[in-house]
C-alpha cells in the first residue's frame, strides 16, 4: 500500500546505514518491533537516519514535558493533519507510556473543541487582540 | 477585518442573551476583558452561547489533564489547522496557566517534529501496522 | 504583499490576453471593479485565462443550486482551507448574492461542528460504516 | 480500525448515559441504526452527550438553512479536512434529505474550484481587497 | 468505496460525453488504462470534461518546466492536502516520467522538511520579513 | 506578532549557542541577512541548532535535485499548508536560485490544479487502483 516497498529485516540487515539505525530504534525503545515507517524510509538510508536522529533527539531525551504529555501533543498535530498512521502509532506510544482511558478522553475533546473554534474564527477571520501581542 | 462587525460593550449589553454569555465569560475567568472572538460571536447570540458552554465544559471543569496541559494541546491543533488568532490566544492562556518558556520551546519541537514525520508517512502512503489496531 | 506584482487598469490594459479576460470579468459581474486575485494571476494571462473560465463555468452557469447556495458552500472549503483572502471575497459575494445575517451565522455555525467532528473523527480513526457504501 | 474499542448495543446499554443518548439519536432520526462514531465516542459518555447535543442543536432544530444545504455545506468542510468518514456519512445524509445527483455533481465541482483558488490565491499570498472589509 | 458509482467502460461508451473524454485520455496517455478518478468523475459529463481539460492544459502542453518535475510537485501538493489517492497516482505518473528512486528519496526529505519548518512558523507566528516583499 | 520576542543581533551575539548556528547560517548563505524565523527560533537555542541543522543537510547539500527545483518543491508543500510566512520566504529563494517568472507561473498552475483535484478526489472518495500499488 505504502509508495515504496517496505524492507524486511533481511533486506535492512543488508544495507549497514539501515542496519545501525534498526539497531538503535531497538536499543533505544528496548523491543525488537520495527514498525513499517522506518520499513518505508529504510530505501533512502541518509533519510531514515535524519528522520530517527530528529525524533529520538526530541522524544527520548529528559526535558521539562513528560513522555506521555509529548505523545498526546504528537497524536493532536497528527489528527489535525489527517495522518491515520501517525494517529495509530503515537495513540499506542501515548498508551504505553501511561495514557488513562479517561486522559485519552479528554484529549479527544480538546482536540474536537480546538478544531471547532480552529474553523469558526477562520470562517470569521476574527483580527488577533493586541493584548495577545509578545513584545 | 473580521467578515462580521465586532461588537462593543454597549453593544453586547444591549442584547440579553449575549449579555449574559459575556457576563459568564467576565465571571469564569475573573476578568473583565472580552476577546475578539467572543465580540465576532456575538452576532448569533445562540452560536455565541453554544460555543462557549461547549468549550467552558472542556477546558474550565476539573479532570484527567491539568490546565496547562489543556493549552498546550489547543496551540497543538490550532498551529496545524492554521488558525493564526486561536495559536496567538491559547498561547497567551497557556502562559497564564503557567507555561513555562522551556516548555514553550519544547511544544514548539514536537509541533515541529510531528509535522515532519505527518507529511513524511503521508507521503509515502505508509500502512498501519496490525501491532497499532485496538480490539 | 502578494509574492507577485498586482497589475494596474493601465499594465493590464497593455496586454492584449489579460485586458480580454478583465473585460468579460466586468461584463460578467456588470461591475467595474477587478479584485486582487486578478490582478496577482494577470503576471501570467494563460494561468489568468484558465482560471477565470473555470471559474465562470462552475459559478455563473445556471444549474440545479442557487447562486448564494454556491458561494456559502466557496465559504465553508474556504475556511476549512485556511484561505483568508478567499473567505473575505466570498462572503461578500454570499452577501451580494442574498445571504441573510441568519443564513451567515448558520453557516458559521455548520463549518464549527463540522470541524468538530471532523477533528474527532480522525482523532478516533472510526471506520466507515458498511451502511454508507455506495454499489 | 479506530483507537478505541467501538461499543455494542449491549454495551451501550449497561452504561445509562449512553443508552440515553443512543435513546435520543434512534429517536430524533426515526431509525435504529447507530454509526460507528456514536460507537466510538461511547467511552467517554461526557464527551458522547455533549458531540450529539451540539450536533443535535445544529443539525436538527428549523433554521434559515434546510436540512438538505446543510448536509451539502457539511460534506464541503469534512473534504476539505480530509475527513474520510465524514465525507462517507454526510453524503448518505444529504442523499437521505434530498440531495439529488445533478446537485452532488455541481457541489463537487464546487469544492474543486474552491480548492484550485484557495491554493492559488495561498501560493500567491494576495493581499484582500479593501472593498471586502467589514465595518 | 466512492461515494459514486465507478462507471464501467460499458456504461462510459454509453454516454457520448463521457466516451470522447475517455478517448482523449487514452489518445493522449497512450494507453488503455482509465483510472478510478475518471470512472467517478463520469457520473456527471460536463464535471469530467472541464477536469481533464484542465488538467490536460496544465499538465500535457510543453512548458518551461519538465513533465517529471511538475508530477513531483504534484506529489507535495498531495501529500500535504494529505490525499491518498492523489499521491499514489502522481507516484506513479512520476515515475513513468522518469523520476528515480534517489530523486524520490529527497522528494520525501523536502516534503518532510517544508512540513516541519511550515508548523513551526505557524506555531511561532513568525511575521514576514520586508526583505521578502515583491513590490 | 510572533507569539515569541525576535532575538535582535546583539541579543544573538550574547548566547554562544545561538552566535554559532547564526555565524553558519551567515557562512553557508554568503549573505549577511538573518531572516526572522531564525531570530524567533533563537529562544530555544536547542531548537534553533537542530531545525537549522537539518534544513542545511536537506536543502545546502548537491544531490539528485537542483536548488531550484528544491525550493520549487518547497513552496508547492508551504502553499498547501497555508504558511504565510514559508510562501513569501521561499519564493525569494527560488526567485534567488533561478526560478523564472514563467516557471513560477507554471508551479502556481499545478499547486492549482492539484489542489483542485485533491478536494476533488477527497470529496468523492475514490478508491486507490490496484495498478498504482507498489510491490
Known amino acids: 500500500m505504502a509508495t515504496v516497498k517496505l524492507l524486511t529485516d ?3 540487515d543488508a544495507i549497514p546505514e539501515v542496519k ?3 539497531d538503535d530504534i531497538r536499543a533505544t525503545r528496548g523491543s525488537d518491533f520495527i514498525n513499517n515507517v522506518w ?3 529504510a530505501n533512502d538510508p541518509k533519510g531514515l537516519k535524519r528522520t530517527w536522529e530528529h525524533l529520538k533527539s526530541v522524544m ?4 521539562a514535558l513528560d513522555p ?9 498535530v ?3 493533519n489527517s495522518c491515520s498512521y501517525c494517529v495509530h502509532s503515537h495513540t499506542a506510544a501515548a ?6 482511558e479517561e486522559e485519552h478522553g479528554e484529549l479527544m475533546q480538546i ?9 469558526l474564527v477562520t470562517a470569521l477571520q476574527v483580527p488577533v487582540d493586541p493584548e495577545f501581542e509578545v513584545d
Chains 1, 2, 3, 4, 5, 6 share one sequence.
Open 10 to 12: 533481511e533486506e535492512a
Open 20 to 22: 545501525a539505525v534498526f
Open 39 to 41: 520499513r518505508a524510509l
Open 60 to 63: 527520548a531525551v529528559p526535558g
Open 68 to 76: 506521555k504529555t509529548r505523545e498526546m501533543i504528537y497524536i493532536a
Open 78 to 80: 497528527s489528527a489535525a
Open 95 to 100: 498508551r504505553a507510556k501511561g495514557m488513562s
Open 111 to 119: 482536540i474536537a473543541l480546538a478544531s471547532m473554534t480552529n474553523g
